[in-house]
């Protein structure tokens, strides 16, 4: 079975201050890792994603996300956040046979 | 323009009656899937299709049906809707159906409510 885990339902932070969003896995093989933002009203869009080699990886918007297998752990982080980052953040696993498991998301709000 | 359309984007209904939610898309992807969305439980998996004519069941599969007779449409089917499946669907299509590391490409989503 796999399943991921995103411990924070909620996170405030102020803009300009860095953030991180915690992502735990739980699955028997090599995961396959990916973190989704969705904006209010709007679909889901991938950030990053993460197959093998080097464990940060890049994405879009100034994201990045580090794979620590010893943690089963994909966090997601920024150095800066800015007001449109506000968002709700999915983290998702997929494992064989094309399932994909979601974790149950985390709600990021920016104060000024 | 490379799109996920899904219609229609808002629906209110009663129980019982049986609806259909239409999933498109125009880049040719060979895999689809459809997903609800419920407060305090992320995104779940319905269903999804590796190809046409091939479909399997995801982790809540129950209530609904679909079908894949043509590659680019994914029709979700609800034969008789109960107050439990309101909540907001979406449907995704990746490239290719055997490769697990494709990215999904989400449609708008569906706020499906039934009485």
């Known amino acids: 079975a796999q399943s991921v885990t995103q411990p924070d339902i909620h996170i405030t932070v102020s803009e300009g201050a860095s953030l991180e969003l915690r992502c735990n896995y739980s699955y028997g093989a090599t995961p396959y890792l990916f973190w989704y933002v969705q904006s209010p009203g709007q679909g889901l869009q991938l950030l990053l994603k993460?197959?093998?080699?080097?464990?940060l990886v890049q994405g879009i918007k100034g994201f990045e996300a580090e794979f620590k297998r010893s943690q089963s752990s994909f966090n997601l982080r920024k150095p800066s956040v800015h007001w449109s980052d506000a968002a709700e953040y999915f983290c998702a696993l997929s494992g064989g046979y094309q399932k994909v498991t979601f974790g149950t998301g985390t709600k990021l709000q920016v104060i000024p | 323009e490379a799109q996920v359309t899904q219609n229609p984007r808002y629906l209110i209904t009663v129980t019982g009656k049986k609806l259909t939610v239409t999933c498109s898309q125009n880049?040719?992807?060979?895999?689809m899937s459809w997903y609800r969305q419920d407060p305090g439980l992320g995104l779940r998996q319905i269903y999804y299709?590796?190809?046409?004519?091939?479909?399997d069941k995801g982790d809540v599969p129950e209530g609904y049906k679909v079908s894949r007779k043509e590659k680019r449409n994914f029709p979700l089917i609800l034969e008789s809707p109960s107050p439990n499946q309101t909540s907001l669907y979406f449907c995704a299509s990746s490239p290719t159906g055997g490769n697990i590391r494709d990215t999904q490409y989400f449609g708008p989503g569906t706020r499906l409510t039934v009485l």
């Open positions: 299709s590796m190809n046409v004519e091939v479909t």
């Open positions: 880049m040719n992807h060979e895999y």
């Open positions: 993460y197959f093998s080699g080097d464990t």
